[in-house]
């Protein structure tokens, strides 16, 4: 019913930069926070930055000042922008987002993309 769609990912190398995208797409009546996450081989899965709907922002401490997140409302659409990458970058990245469907009204529900890699290496 819903669907989140990344873009974005690939090899970099370190100090590069990359810039991921997510689309949501569906029987979406309203999305509050939106978010990135990752996850490397062998460690779980871990919030890398978030943003309401309003615009507040909220990032990993091994990301922050490097990453930017962003969003675009009226398109239900969510960027992350990366710099100065690092190996230790080096992930799954899964765009996730909070949504009230037009046949619930009544809860959000978390969706979560199929994950796009992003490697850091020279």
């Known amino acids: 019913q819903v669907q989140l769609v990344e873009s974005g990912g690939g090899l970099v190398q370190p100090g590069g930069s990359l810039r991921l995208s997510c689309v949501a797409s569906?029987?979406?009546?309203?999305?509050?926070?939106m978010g990135w996450y990752r996850q490397a081989p062998g460690k779980q899965r871990e919030l890398v930055a978030t943003?309401?709907?309003?615009?507040?922002?909220n990032y990993a401490d091994s990301v922050k000042d490097r990453f930017t997140i962003s969003r675009d409302n009226a398109q239900n659409t969510v960027s992350l922008q990366m710099n100065s990458l690092k190996p230790e970058d080096t992930a799954v990245y899964y765009c996730?987002?909070?949504?009230?469907?037009?046949?619930?009204?009544?809860?959000?529900?978390?969706?979560w993309g199929q994950g796009t890699q992003v490697t850091v290496s020279s």
């Open positions: 996730s987002a909070d949504v009230m469907r037009y046949t619930d009204t009544r809860t959000y529900y978390r969706y």
């Open positions: 569906g029987k979406i009546f309203h999305i509050t926070t």
């Open positions: 943003i309401t709907r309003a615009g507040g922002r």
